[in-house]
């Protein structure tokens, strides 16, 4: 496989910016439907036989409608993150095998599979098999599935035939603050996650207050966490495809940190009213 840095590698990444800048417009006042900002449950209890209307008992009224197929869709939350992220570690995974050998020798293989595919790998086989989630909206998941699949794509396809680092480059500037930044990140990831999955018992669906860590500061410390890590991948690797999934992320989940934070102060009488949303100390 050649590399088609002018033509196919800028018009993915340019389609990657306008997609981020198209879901912040779409979600900016309202959160996607999933999660804790998913009213599956409550449209579930308004449909159960026998409801009837507080104000009267007519045996002849008409049952409500079914909800649409859209909203009855779900999927169990484990299966559904397995499924989204899979492809975003598999497709670079494929791509580094039908690379004719040496397939890890240049840099920018060595980089794709020691930083983006150990984030997806610890999103697939890690974090989707302990996480204590609502079912996952089917619609949401496919779309998930159709963007890891794409991402994943252009990540690979870039670093496995189009970069070509000079031989001192783990020793410049923006590999170092871009791996350390990565790094850090990753690590509020991992441990954010770990702070959210205790707030339930198996089996417990009920939200609450987040306490320790990063959350002792913002509302989405998960989140920013994620943020970190994809800038930090970028500096690291200075490509425009990891540039512009940067953005893509900060678009995707910056918003949902709002809606998050949003949803612990209605909530929440006793939430902190001194976190942010998604930076510390400022945001």
């Known amino acids: 496989m050649q590399c088609s840095r002018s033509g196919l590698v800028v018009s993915l990444s340019c389609l990657q910016v306008a997609l981020g800048l198209l879901h912040l417009a779409l979600n900016r006042r309202h959160p996607m439907r999933y999660g804790k900002h998913d009213d599956y449950k409550q449209k579930q209890e308004e449909q159960r036989p026998g409801r009837e209307k507080a104000e009267g008992n007519d045996s002849s009224q008409k049952p409500p409608p079914p909800l649409p197929a859209e909203d009855r869709a ?110 850090l990140g990753l690590g509020i990831n991992i441990h954010s996650d770990h702070v959210l999955r205790q707030l339930r018992k198996p089996g417990e669906f009920t939200y609450k207050i987040p306490q320790g860590g990063l ?49 612990y102060i209605k909530t929440f009488t006793s939430y902190p009213r001194s976190r942010k949303a998604l930076i510390p100390f400022i945001f």
């Open 74 to 183: 779900h999927v169990p939350a484990r299966c559904a993150w397995f499924l989204q992220e899979l492809p975003a570690c598999l497709v670079p995974a494929l791509l580094l095998a039908w690379r004719n050998p040496p397939r890890l020798a240049p840099l920018g293989c060595k980089l794709l599979a020691g930083m983006f595919c150990a984030h997806y790998f610890y999103r697939t086989f890690i974090y989707s098999f302990l996480i204590r989630g609502r079912p996952f909206p089917l619609k949401v998941l496919f779309c998930g599935i159709l963007f890891c699949t794409y991402n994943g794509f252009l990540q690979g396809y870039y670093m496995i035939y189009c970069t070509e680092y000079p031989d001192d480059w783990c020793n410049n500037l923006r590999f170092t603050s871009g791996l350390i930044l990565f790094l």
């Open 215 to 263: 959350f002792d500061y913002v509302s989405g410390a998960n989140f920013f966490g994620e943020i970190l890590e994809w800038f930090g991948y970028a500096i690291a690797t200075w490509s425009l495809p990891a540039f512009t999934f940067a953005i893509f992320t900060l678009c995707c989940i910056g918003p949902r940190a709002v809606h998050h934070h949003r949803y």
